[in-house]
């Protein structure tokens, strides 16, 4: 998975492992230990630490990923622009800032980076519908940890239970 900034700036890399799709997306492991590539910041990678796995819905303006404990947070989200097929193994998306993130230790929901979101916004020109498309997605995704819809709900253990 390859995510980049609104500007084409690469943001992160990570490499998974294809383990299918459903009716909600595209699954992609990545077992404790996988290399997460980042671009920005002091730190060049870090491995994982547990096992988690990762939901590229179709046409959906987010991604999710499922951790297992103890892993702080539960479910993480990031606000992407729909993913596309850039490769035969590989998607790329748009990080769109902000994150949606329900905690593991109170089942609390959070929207994170808000403010990021209104700096990028601003300094490079998100379109009305890209605008749109983020805040909408979060919204949705609030709601979505908050009462266990699926995939929230439990489903993804599934998928995570294939790691193992």
């Known amino acids: 998975m390859v995510l980049r900034k609104y500007d084409g700036r690469p943001h992160r890399r990570v490499t998974g492992r294809l383990l299918g799709d459903d009716e909600h997306g595209t699954w992609i492991g ?3 230990g996988t290399i997460v590539r980042y671009s920005y910041g002091w730190r060049r990678f870090e491995r994982t630490r ?3 796995v990762r939901l590229l819905p179709r046409d959906a303006w987010w ?3 499922f951790s297992a404990a103890p892993g ?3 479910i993480y989200c990031d606000v992407i622009t729909p993913p596309e ?5 590989q998607f790329t998306v748009i990080d769109l800032d902000l994150d949606v993130i329900r905690l593991r ?5 959070v929207v994170d980076d808000e403010d990021e979101f209104e700096q990028n916004r601003v300094r490079f020109g998100y379109p009305a519908d890209v605008v749109a498309g983020a ?3 979060a919204e949705t995704l609030r709601s979505a940890l908050s009462t266990d819809t699926e995939p929230f709900a439990g489903q993804y253990q599934n998928w995570l239970s294939r790691l193992r």
Request: proline residues 8%; without cysteine; positive net charge.
């Open 50 to 52: 547990e096992d988690s």
């Open 135 to 137: 805040t909408a997605a």
């Open 72 to 74: 702080r947070s539960e």
């Open 63 to 65: 991604m999710a990923m």
């Open 105 to 109: 230790r109170d089942g609390r929901v």
């Open 30 to 32: 990545t077992p404790r």
């Open 85 to 89: 097929r850039t490769g035969p193994a």
